[in-house]
C-alpha cells in the first residue's frame, strides 16, 4: 500500500507570496491532519479534515487554510507568507476513529 | 499552562545497552499517549501507542509505561544499536475524552545516539 505523498518537497517563495501544499493520503484513509516543524516550535498542530469538513484547528493565524476534497486530498495553503512560516510542513493521515497517524515526509518551505 | 516536556534534548549511550526516554506533562488528561520516531529529513513514524487505563505497552524491543498520577511516559528501547539512532517525539491529544482525532500535541523530541 502505498503510503502518503507530498508535493513538492521543496519549495522556495518570497515575502506577500501565497502557496499551495498538497498531500494524498493512504488509501482508505478519511482523516487528513496539517503540521508545521520548526526548530524552536517544533511540531505544532494546524487543522485536521475528515470527510471534506475540517474537523480540528490549531492556534495559527487566518493565513493558513486548508480543504479537502471527495478523495480525502487535502491541501493547505498560505498567504501573505512572512519568514517566519519557513518550515517543514506535514500531513498526516489515519483511518477513522484511529489515533494512530501516518505521516508523509513533508514540504520544505522557505520564505526569502 | 499546559506543557509537554521530553526531559532530554539529547541522550547518547552505548550499543546493546537500555536507552530510556521520559516524557512528562502538566495540565494535560489525555486519554492515550503516542512515541514517534523522526528520522532526519523525514516524517515521523508511529511506534507504540498507550492508553491511560494500560500501565505498559511492549513491542519487540520497546517498552512504553504510562503513569497518569505522575503524568509522565517512559519509553525504553532494549539491547539499543546504533540504527535505534533518531530523534523520538511523545505525543499526546489534549483536549478531553480523546475525541480529538487527527488532532495531537508534541514535545519536542529526544535526539538518541547509540554509539558502536
Known amino acids: 500500500k502505498a503510503g502518503v505523498t507530498q508535493t513538492p518537497r521543496y519549495l522556495i517563495k518570497t515575502r506577500g507570496q501565497q502557496v499551495t501544499l498538497s498531500c494524498s493520503p493512504i488509501?482508505?484513509?478519511?482523516?487528513v491532519s496539517w503540521y508545521q516543524q520548526t526548530p524552536g516550535q517544533g511540531l505544532q498542530f494546524l487543522f485536521e479534515?475528515?470527510?471534506?469538513?475540517?474537523?480540528n484547528k490549531g492556534n495559527f493565524p487566518g493565513r493558513f487554510s486548508g480543504r479537502q476534497f471527495s478523495n480525502s486530498r487535502s491541501e493547505m495553503n498560505v498567504s501573505t507568507l512572512e519568514l517566519g512560516d519557513s518550515a517543514l510542513y506535514l500531513c498526516?493521515?489515519?483511518?477513522?476513529?484511529?489515533?494512530?497517524?501516518?505521516f508523509g515526509p513533508g514540504t520544505r518551505l522557505t520564505v526569502l | 499552562s499546559q506543557k509537554i516536556e521530553q526531559n532530554s534534548e539529547a541522550l547518547n549511550i552505548q550499543e546493546g545497552k537500555t536507552a530510556t526516554l521520559t516524557c512528562n506533562y502538566t495540565?494535560?488528561?489525555?486519554?492515550?499517549l503516542q512515541w514517534y520516531r523522526q528520522d532526519p529529513g523525514r516524517g515521523p513514524v508511529f511506534l507504540l501507542l498507550?492508553?491511560?487505563?494500560?500501565k505498559e505497552k511492549r513491542k519487540e524491543r520497546l517498552k512504553v509505561t504510562f503513569d497518569t498520577t505522575l503524568k509522565q511516559s517512559l519509553f525504553h528501547i532494549t539491547a539499543s544499536q546504533p540504527a535505534d539512532s533518531a530523534t523520538y517525539l511523545c505525543?499526546?491529544?489534549?483536549?478531553?475524552?480523546?475525541?480529538?482525532?487527527?488532532?495531537?500535541?508534541f514535545g519536542q523530541g529526544t535526539i538518541l545516539t547509540v554509539h558502536p
Open positions: 498526516a493521515s489515519s483511518l477513522t476513529y484511529s489515533f494512530e497517524q501516518f
Open positions: 488509501s482508505g484513509h478519511r482523516s
Open positions: 479534515y475528515f470527510s471534506e469538513t475540517q474537523r
Open positions: 495540565n494535560y488528561s489525555p486519554a492515550y
Open positions: 498507550i492508553r491511560e487505563n494500560e
Open positions: 505525543a499526546l491529544d489534549i483536549d478531553a475524552g480523546g475525541t480529538s482525532y487527527g488532532k495531537l500535541t
